[in-house]
Every structure is written in structure tokens, then in C-alpha cells.
T-cell receptor
Framework: DAGVIQSPRHEVTEMGQEVTLRCKPI?????LFWYRQTMMRGLELLIY????????DSGMPEDRFSAKMPNASFSTLKIQPSEPRDSAVYFC?????????????FGPGTRLTVL | GEDVEQSLFLSVREGDSSVINCTYT??????LYWYKQEPGAGLQLLTYIFSNMDMKQDQRLTVLLNKKDKHLSLRIADTQTGDSAIYFCAEGFIFGKGTRLHILP
């Protein structure tokens, strides 16, 4: 298995632009997570899905952020409009267990820079 | 709400033992985890402990769990330069902010 795949690996954009981050979880995994990591705030859980259904989005910073999981093999995190304070590394992770338990397998991350 | 806390930095001399501490608030998870993040990479599971255990040893790693105090620790014996990384404690899918381990020569 290729592991969790994220694209792009790096994204540089200008303030106000729309940004879409993509994730392909490990085949057969039931739960998918989006995290954001910054030096100041560490690793923050943004949202997680269980069987493609959003379960907890309380970590999503504001309405500019949205996430979808149209099927078991694909998820997107969209920021519109982007702001410089959104600059961070965004990780996607998946686990074979429902309810978010169990070992999480992380993707390599997308480093987002908003100018 | 649920929370996991750990110190942000730890400096240790090469060859000494490193001890990274973590406290958590929710005690419902069956497992508690330690993840390691090397520079430029995602997190990878390092070790875990079942919630009904007090200790788990795996080569240079020792995990201690005090359920009464909701305290988890990771001890790395004979710390090497390759151990330099960020270590995350996790209770279920709730992660601490990570402890950056710096190795002094």
C-alpha cells in the first residue's frame, strides 16, 4: 500500500485566493482526519470523518474552511479566501477503526504558504 | 473538553536517558500512543500502551502509565542523535502539541 497520499506537497498562494488540499486515505480505512501544524499552536485537529460522514468539525477555524469526503478514497480541505495566518503544514491521517480509535497513519503533509 | 498536555521542549545529552511527560483528561480510550515526527515528515507511531497496563518496554523505549493521575511518560534510554524529533502523546485521536527533543553533543 502506498500509504496516505496528499497533494500538493507544497502550495504557495496569494491572500484571497482559494486553496484546495487533497487526501487519499489508505484503502479500507474507515476514519479520516485533517490536522494543521504550526510552530505556535502545535498540531490541531480540524475535522474528522467516519465512513465518509463528518463527525466533529469543531476544530475548523472559521467559515473560510470547508472539508468534504465524497467517497471512501478521497477528501478535500478547502480554504476560501485564504489569509496569511492560514500558512501551516496540513496533515491528513486515516485509521482502520471507526470512531477514530486505533493507530493513525499520516500523510507527508501539505506545506501551505499564503503571501 | 478533552485535552492532552505535554511540555514543548526537552534538551538531553547524547547517551543520557530522555523522559517525555504527558497528561490527559479523558480516560475512555483503550490505548494511549506515542508518535514521532522527524523533520519534514508526517507523524509515525512509535509505541502504544493498553490502558490496563502500567508499563511497556520495547528495546530502548519504556512507556509508563499512571491512570490514577492520568499521566503518561516515554523514556528513551541511551539517547542518540537520531532520536532528535518531535514526540507526540495521543489519547485516542486527541494529540498533545508535541515535545521537541534536542540532543546535545
Amino acid at each position: 500500500d502506498a500509504g496516505v497520499i496528499q497533494s500538493p506537497r507544497h502550495e504557495v498562494t496569494e491572500m484571497g485566493q482559494e486553496v484546495t488540499l487533497r487526501c487519499k486515505p489508505i484503502s479500507g480505512h474507515n476514519s479520516l482526519f485533517w490536522y494543521r501544524q504550526t510552530m505556535m499552536r502545535g498540531l490541531e485537529l480540524l475535522i474528522y470523518f467516519n465512513n465518509n460522514v463528518p463527525i466533529d468539525d469543531s476544530g475548523m477555524p472559521e467559515d473560510r474552511f470547508s472539508a468534504k469526503m465524497p467517497n471512501a478514497s478521497f477528501s478535500t480541505l478547502k480554504i476560501q479566501p485564504s489569509e496569511p495566518r492560514d500558512s501551516a503544514v496540513y496533515f491528513c491521517a486515516s485509521t482502520a477503526f471507526s470512531g477514530g480509535a486505533g493507530e493513525q497513519f499520516f500523510g507527508p503533509g501539505t506545506r501551505l504558504t499564503v503571501l | 473538553g478533552e485535552d492532552v498536555e505535554q511540555s514543548l521542549f526537552l534538551s538531553v545529552r547524547e547517551g543520557d536517558s530522555s523522559v517525555i511527560n504527558c497528561t490527559y483528561t479523558d480516560s475512555s480510550s483503550t490505548y494511549l500512543y506515542w508518535y514521532k515526527q522527524e523533520p519534514g515528515a508526517g507523524l509515525q507511531l512509535l509505541t502504544y500502551i493498553f490502558s490496563n497496563m502500567d508499563m511497556k518496554q520495547d528495546q530502548r523505549l519504556t512507556v509508563l502509565l499512571n491512570k490514577k493521575d492520568k499521566h503518561l511518560s516515554l523514556r528513551i534510554a541511551d539517547t542518540q542523535t537520531g532520536d532528535s524529533a518531535i514526540y507526540f502523546c495521543a489519547e485516542g485521536f486527541i494529540f498533545g502539541k508535541g515535545t521537541r527533543l534536542h540532543i546535545l553533543p
